[in-house]
């Protein structure tokens, strides 16, 4: 497989290019959706096809194609260098600065005990009919739904510089959820398990037909649930729901690419500013924010990025000080370091890597403490469980997230649901009113499959965690009316 | 691939031994994107692509797979023999439908044939060109400019057959300032070089006047949203809201309403000039005109054939495109109408708050100004916003002309003079 590869970095390297890297992939995916007592689809995909980056006369260019031979792919060089040329009609003053990097060999490989693909599709079935058919029993749930998604990415990596590099990641995601409908109104309740890179063996069917009576019962609890009250209010984010926060308020705001202005016209730049680096205040003392490619089962684990850098671990925020960026080559030079950070990544063949969030994760609590005595040192505020509303500026400054289920705290107690509750505030307000943590034994890592950057937009995957973390003195404001 | 093509390639493929029904769904796109920011191309990238979806059915049992090499016939070969044994393993679904087996006209409403003729130097050039008008005015600028050549196909067992040629182009620009910003696109189906230089102005022009904005307390105020604004809420709220079957249900804003919704017409059709598009669905269904919202009073929403066979209802097919309609008064005379007021340029991030009554939040972007007295006077600095769309179209008050907007889905949007807008929060 490497010696097509090889080809069109040397045709490059011969032409002139003073880089070139070619990668083949191979994606096969599977998407099977139920709805109520039935699958309303299964989906399979098989996708292949390569991808050529040259840097020619100093401005990039890239092409790719899905027909996988030499004949093609002298055609595709040619084209990627044409159109090098045509980015060369408005060229960067000071140039394209690529950050060095050793030639590499790397095979990687992620954990996979029960392939996906070889799992009969009516386990697949009963499986998520048999929750729907857990939360159906609920009267008040009138749709039932749930999926399970699966990917593998076999991937060949050559570059002009000598590195041969293959991987071959396996992912795997699932969720149910559940509509009820009365009392004027209807709400969703959802359990997403949590997505990785591993495979079939991370779902038991228990655990789906468990979470699903809770699903039912806590989305018919919705309904009747009291409208959230508004102002400045202690709050307690469970695992999933601020791993949502890390990835909207660290991890974009620290990609270098957008900080350096590369993403100001669709997803917007940065207030982390490259004077910040080092010294500027991100959070508390009790904040301190893990960038790690190499975590076991993290959607970004990968083994190297599209850049043929290989996965590191750095810390983002140290004790609330803000210390470096995510990079990829081009970048790192922007802020005096000599190594990209290995977080360029494509989301496809036929799409150029971009610098994309790593696996990112809070830290857990160095002194013991449990969800309970957490929540004891809040006399009223709110807990906010999983995913809902998440809306950010394009700055990662003001932004306002919601829950999927929040309950109202009382004297250190949850004391009945509420509804329509979003926190709103600023990122640095934000991560400064955290006062508590609890230990590594409540910390949970959660997937993101869906995070969306680049224009066009391409879609990427990366692993957060945290653990249940204490935030004082936050705004509350609710999305419906009195 | 032209329709003669396509037709003999999904002939071939329906030719291949197989049990039940087959439907073929070919997709196809050659597309030019070039970024540039800080003056400069800063990525630039040629994207061609061909997808072929194989659908088998066997009585109540459906499933799918896609490949992308649609000059291996032995995979091909392989991916039909393969769908059909997923499809023996599936569950039955009293939802799944037979193919309709009708052949459409190819209307090619959204074809262009002069944009045919844009290659990757041409794109370049105009780039460059925009480039070049940005460091002339001393101001950054930053966007995309991408033109997409594409076609769709369809055929099925049952003779069905649908093909055709669009084209979709898309540019949009950002220029900021020293302290401030200003935005401005140009979408549809074809580009020329004075489309580039006409957004790259106003964008360059809305930036010199969002220098050093101030603070506008946020609190409840009329509103201009410029017609970027108003498409990304309407999708939104398409998405979330028009859908018969959960309107049905009780699941939708709509259970239960029987309300006007301002006057107001939202509707889809293929063959709306502003921004044309396909006129047939994956499934090989003829798009025809859907009026959602007419005059504000609501028709039957998007409604599958399942869902209509089952009720009685006529089909509805997820659209397209979406259109709002407007009573055409310029965007200086929304202005000179409003004493006290807030002009929005662009809308961002824009999420759900509250299915129920169509709530969402979002922020405004890249060039936000306050009007007194009839007059844009100053900028302002950016804020988070709180409504629900049912309140917005209730408290459109003034709206201009559709024009072509949305770079994830083809609309034509006017602008709307909306009061009692709720900001509720500052951005930086």
Redesign the interface.
Known sequence: MFDLLKLACNTASKAGCQFADARYLSIRKQRVVS?DH????????????FGVRVLYQG?????????YTADEIEKVVA??M???R????????DGVKWAPEPALTLDFKSTCRQDPFAV???DK?DLL?AANGVMLKNKSI??AQGFLSFKRVQRWYVNSEGSELHSDVTSSESAIWA?A?GND??Q?RNWNAPASNQGFECYRKQEFLNQAERVAAEAEEKLSARLSPEGDFDIITDSENLSLTIHESVGHATELDRVM??????A?SS?VTRDKQGDFRYGSDQVTLMADNTLENGLATQGFDDDGVPGQRWEIVRDGIFQTYSSGREFAHYIGEERSRGSCRADHW???PIVRIPNLFLMPGKTPLSPDELMADVKHGLYFEGMD???????R??F?F?GNAVWEIKNGKKAGMLK?A?Y?SRTPTFWNACDATCDENYWQPHGVTNCGKG???QISQMTHGAAPTRFRKI?I?R???S | MNRQQSQDLIAAILEIPHEGELQVLLNGVE?L???????????????????LTLSARLEQK????????L?DQE?IKR?VE??FA?CR???????VMPALGDVLPSTEYAFNAESDTIE??T???W??QA??AGAAAGI?L???L?HAKMFTAYGDSAGGFAHERYHRSNY???A?GTNG?G?AEHQGVSIAQNDVMTATGRAIDKCAGAQDPTVFEPRPVTVILEPQAVGDLMAMAFWYGFDQRAKD????PF?DFDATLGRLSFYSDPAEAAFPTVAFSSDGQALAKSVWLDEGKLQQLFTNRYWANKNGLAVKPAPNNLVLSGDGTSLDDLIRSTDDGILVTRF??????????L?F???T?DGTYRIENGEVTHPVV?M?W?E?VLKVLDNVVASGKPVATGE?MAMAMPALKVEDFHF?????
């Open positions: 709805r039935a699958l309303s689809s299964c989906s399979d995909g098989d996708d292949r096809g401005a990039w260019g890239f092409a790719s194609s899905p027909t084209q990627a044409r159109i090098a045509a980015s060369a009609m408005a060229l960067r003053e009969a599709l009516e079935a009919i009138k749709r509509i409908v109104d209807f969703e202005g590369y993403e100001v016209s669709m917007g207030f036929s799409s150029i509303s998440f809306s950010i500026d394009q700055w400054l003001n306002q919601g329509a979003l709103q224009d066009p937009m705004h404001c999305g419906r009316d | 597309r994107g070039t970024r540039f920011n800080d003056c400069s191309i800063s990525q630039n990238v040629l994207k061609q692509q061909a997808t459906k499933t799918s797979v896609s490949i992308n090499a000059d995979l991916s393969q769908v997923t393993h599936m569950p039955d679904d009293e939802e990757i130097e794109v370049g050039a780039a460059a480039c070049s950054d930053a966007g995309l991408a949009h620009v950002t900021t910003s935005w249900e009780g699941r939708s259970s961002w991030y824009i999420r759900s708050t509250d299915a129920r009554t709530g939040t979002g922020m972007r950016d988070r709180n629900s994830f509720s929060s500052l951005s930086n």
